[in-house]
């Protein structure tokens, strides 16, 4: 079936460092890619998607690229601040369908 | 109100009662969706409804734990007989279209469960 893989956390950072979240998946049909993000004691949201190979989606300074060769879609910031703290969950589902799939989850702490 | 809403936000409960979560999704959204978040691991899914139809159950862990949807607005999950097991937070979410590659998922703040 359909998975996702992240990088296990937690993942502490320095204030102004340059942050990278690892995400593979597998998928048999042509899925769509989102990174959802959790900040402490709130929901998940949205943090960007993109639904097409090549595609890069970016908000909120991270950006990730839709990578159909390598099945990869890696979260990137350059310069990550300690409101960036939070657990970063990378997601996909798959036309046709209505099932979002979702990695376990990665934890960024960044010191001031 | 604006956003998805679950209550309780916490519930304690002891081994072999049943418990009840709900969820109040955004007002006009057709897809709500339940998932279960354990501790040190992702978004397990559960179920998910499209207006009060629930077209795949096969998520949910065991016969103890069913879901309702009426009037395709707020959605009832139900854990009979609760086991220690079944403590995690649950997490409902719901979206404006059904096909869901470009739509968007809104979560509620979840419902933790704790077990004794």
């Known amino acids: 079936g359909d998975s996702v893989t992240q990088m296990e956390g937690p993942v502490t950072l320095s204030e102004e460092a340059f942050l990278t979240i690892n995400c593979t998946y597998t998928?048999?049909?042509?899925?769509?890619l989102f990174w959802y993000v959790q900040y402490p004691g709130e929901g998940l949201q949205l943090l960007l998607k993109?639904?097409?190979?090549?595609d890069k989606g970016s908000n909120k300074g991270f950006e990730a690229t839709y990578r159909k060769e390598t099945t990869s879609f890696h979260l990137e910031k350059g310069s990550v601040q300690v409101s960036d703290s939070a657990v970063y969950f990378c997601?996909?589902?798959?036309?046709?369908?209505?099932?979002?799939?979702f990695g376990t989850g990665t934890r960024l702490k960044v010191l001031a | 109100g604006a956003g998805v809403s679950q209550s309780p936000s916490n519930k304690v409960t002891e081994k072999g009662k049943d418990v009840e979560l709900r969820c109040d999704p955004i007002?006009?959204?057709?897809?709500l969706y339940w998932y279960r978040q354990s501790l040190g691991q992702g978004l397990e899914f559960l179920i998910y409804?499209?207006?009060?139809?629930?077209?795949?159950k096969s998520g949910l862990p065991s016969d103890r734990f069913s879901a309702e949807r009426t009037g395709g607005s707020v959605s009832t999950l139900t854990i009979q007989r609760t086991q220690q097991e079944d403590s995690a937070v649950y997490l409902c979410?719901?979206?404006?279209?059904?096909?869901?590659?470009?739509?968007?998922?809104?979560f509620g703040e979840g419902s933790r469960l704790t077990v004794l």
């Open positions: 007002s006009g959204h057709t897809a």
């Open positions: 998928a048999t049909g042509y899925p769509s």
């Open positions: 979410a719901s979206s404006l279209v059904w096909t869901a590659n470009t739509g968007e998922l809104f």
């Open positions: 409804f499209q207006g009060n139809s629930a077209p795949d």
């Open positions: 997601a996909l589902t798959t036309s046709g369908t209505y099932k979002y799939i």
């Open positions: 993109a639904t097409k190979a090549d």
